[in-house]
């Protein structure tokens, strides 16, 4: 009986369903352009990488300890402009949104509105031109 109850408390702590978050950031600009990313979190930083036209930037995480809620921020560079934004919350009851997509074009960065995620893509962040 022993082994019974340890058996189910071994294979309860083991998800049935991952909770992994991932987050796509598209480079819809056109034009062979090179758009650099580079994102991070408090405990993880994803490096800069350079994402050709057409291309996405993925990463796959999940959420945080009890300790510090999640919180990613990316920013992005081309060559004559700036922007940086705030990719990913972890809610409140340590749940966040399973995938957040983003897409980057000539004007800025589109994406969902975070505090109303039902309406379509929205302008977040236009360029910063330097």
Same mark, same amino acid.
């Given at each position: !009986?022993?082994?019974? #109850?340890?058996?189910?408390?071994?294979?309860?702590?083991?998800?049935? #369903?991952?909770? /992994?978050?991932?987050?796509?950031?598209?480079? %819809?600009? @056109?034009?062979? %352009?090179?758009? #650099?990313?580079?994102?991070?979190?408090?405990?993880?930083?994803?490096? /800069?990488?350079? &994402?050709?036209?057409? $291309? &996405?930037?993925?990463?796959?995480?999940?959420? +945080?300890?009890?300790?510090?809620? /999640?919180?990613?921020?990316?920013?992005?560079?081309? $060559?004559? =402009?700036?922007? +940086?934004? &705030?990719?990913?919350?972890?809610?409140?009851?340590?749940? =966040?949104? /399973? &995938?957040? =997509?983003?897409?980057?074009?000539?004007? @800025?960065?589109? =994406?969902?509105?975070?505090?109303? !995620?039902?309406?379509?893509?929205?302008?977040?962040?236009?360029? %910063?031109?330097?």
């Amino acid at each position: !009986m022993i082994i019974i #109850i340890i058996t189910v408390v071994v294979m309860a702590r083991r998800p049935l #369903i991952s909770d /992994a978050k991932i987050i796509n950031i598209t480079n %819809k600009m @056109g034009s062979k %352009k090179t758009l #650099i990313v580079h994102c991070e979190s408090v405990d993880d930083d994803l490096g /800069a990488l350079a &994402v050709n036209s057409g $291309e &996405v930037y993925h990463w796959e995480f999940e959420d +945080s300890t009890l300790f510090r809620p /999640a919180v990613f921020w990316c920013r992005l560079a081309l $060559e004559d =402009g700036r922007l +940086s934004f &705030v990719a990913y919350v972890e809610r409140e009851g340590g749940r =966040g949104y /399973a &995938v957040m =997509g983003y897409d980057v074009n000539e004007t @800025g960065l589109y =994406g969902p509105d975070m505090q109303d !995620m039902s309406r379509t893509y929205d302008l977040l962040h236009p360029w %910063k031109r330097i």
